[in-house]
């Protein structure tokens, strides 16, 4: 319901292609923090435990409310040298889990980052795929990678297309020397995941991106984004959807930030202006909508419905939803 409320649009494209049971390895482009496990989580159709990096765990609440999503730490070497081998149970439950049918999810490229560029992976997840088949032999595990797309990650309200590939099973990669399959398996992985998100090279990053936003591409389109990239903006039918309703929009949003105002003023006076990385604004922003937002409005409803009749309350909270509906839908 949040996600309902919170994106313009969300696209689901072949989602058929994830199995429906067996084990299963998720691996998926990292631009949006949380919300892309969210995004994963809720669509792929798969009950998912999540490799969350360590930092943010730290705090106990937050390390008891994350473990209980099946969200586990995985540290890196910028957590510290002494972390690294704590590392080692993590990956051993992965191939636990894996052996038993269940499904394991992570960003392969080891950080996020809101550049629309998919970045080197890391060896983590080819360390978890290789142990799995050393101590599980008879395991039949899949890995399927997905693209993440948003229009504008940090914008609200956003709109994001998930895209599911090929499985890759292990004889496209299993050989007898372990490093030339960790070798394809990782240029396996990072080539679909190239094709199921927009990928810009890291030449002229820049220059691309400025001509790809003078175009209004629509980058939940990857396919023909990449297309056009490669091409060398010869071949570009990318123009993204336009609306004739940006002032009606306009209108919705201002009366939302209205009936919202004291969230609204928490968000932008205190909360958005300590967050450091960009890549935590939908994240943080996201939080608000499914906490401080229904408690509010739950708060006026019931001083309404004190003060004037049940009636009142209820027209608060219908007229609210609807606004809220408009200013992100339309």
């Not at 084990?23 to 482009?29: D, G, I, K, T, Y």
């Not at 930092?55 to 969200?71: D, E, G, Q, T, W």
Request: glycine share 4%; hydrophobic share 45%; aromatic share 12%.
């Amino acid at each position: 319901m949040g996600l309902f409320f919170y994106y313009r649009r969300i696209y689901v494209y072949n989602q058929f292609q994830v199995p429906k049971s067996g084990s299963l390895l998720l691996v998926s482009n990292h631009n949006n923090a949380l919300i892309d496990a969210l995004l994963i989580a809720i669509n792929s159709g798969r009950f998912s435990y999540f490799l969350t990096r360590a930092s943010v765990f730290k705090k106990p609440l937050i390390n008891a409310f994350l473990r209980s999503l099946n969200m586990l730490p995985v540290y890196r070497i910028r957590d510290g040298w002494s972390t690294i081998s704590n590392n080692n149970s993590i990956f051993n439950s992965c191939s636990q889990l894996l052996s038993k049918g269940q499904t394991v999810a992570l960003f392969p490229e080891g950080n996020h980052n809101i550049k629309r560029s998919v970045r080197n992976l890391s060896k983590g997840f080819t360390r978890i795929v290789f142990e799995t088949f050393e101590k599980y032999p008879k395991t039949s595990l899949k890995i399927v990678p997905i693209g993440l797309n948003f229009q504008q990650a940090d914008a609200f309200a956003d709109s994001v297309s998930i895209h599911f590939g090929e499985p890759i099973e292990k004889q496209d990669y299993y050989s007898n020397d372990t490093n030339e399959s960790v070798v394809k398996l990782k240029n396996q992985v990072s080539q679909a995941i190239k094709q199921l998100t927009t990928h810009i090279p890291a030449d002229n990053y820049e220059e691309t991106l400025f001509k790809l936003n003078q175009l209004h591409a629509d980058f939940l389109n990857p396919i023909a984004v990449n297309t056009c990239i490669q091409s060398n903006f010869q071949d570009c039918d990318v123009r993204k959807e336009e609306t004739n309703l940006k002032v009606l929009k306009s209108i919705f949003k201002f009366l939302l930030i209205v009936m919202l105002l004291p969230v609204w003023a928490i968000w932008r006076l205190w909360i958005k202006p300590k967050i450091e990385e960009v890549e935590f604004v939908a994240t943080f922003r996201y939080a608000l909508v499914i906490t401080l937002v229904p408690l509010w409005l739950l708060v006026v409803a019931l001083t309404l419905m004190s003060t004037f009749g049940i009636g009142y309350g209820l027209a608060w909270m219908i007229a609210t939803m609807v606004i809220a509906l408009l200013a992100v839908k339309l």
